[in-house]
């Protein structure tokens, strides 16, 4: 078992930056894939970005690629989520999530997941 608690949202204009912090309880926080997603209202829950245990692999959805960085410590049980030059469009709750996998494995999919935190709320005024 593995438990996520992500914190770092909040309120920022267009063009400014947010850090999203995920601290994970349990050992072995290395053996886990991680993934940020985001909902925002009435639509679906979509992958943001995604790092492997190893932190060899990862993954950007089109639209932030260029904006934000994951990365993570495993030292601190900790993966963030640097979003930079941020845009109305980007306000959703973000929820990270972490599967039990090989080094390399990386997730792109909800389904690909099975711990996730609470979400936090990041919204961007124009």
């Known amino acids: 078992q593995v438990q996520l608690v992500e914190s770092g949202g909040g309120l920022v204009q267009a063009g400014g930056s947010l850090r999203l912090s995920c601290a994970a309880s349990g050992r072995s926080f290395s053996s886990f894939g991680m993934g940020w997603f985001r909902q925002a209202p009435g639509k679906e829950q979509e992958i943001v970005a995604a790092?492997?245990?190893?932190?060899?692999?990862?993954y950007y959805t089109d639209s932030v690629k260029g904006r934000f960085t994951v990365s993570r410590d495993n030292a601190k049980n900790t993966v963030y989520l640097q979003m930079n030059s941020l845009k109305p469009e980007d306000t959703a709750v973000y929820f990270c999530a972490a599967v039990l996998a090989s080094h390399n494995y990386i997730g792109t999919t909800k389904a690909d997941y099975n711990y996730w935190g609470q979400g936090t709320q990041v919204t961007v005024s124009s």
């Open positions: 790092m492997s245990g190893s932190g060899a692999m990862i």
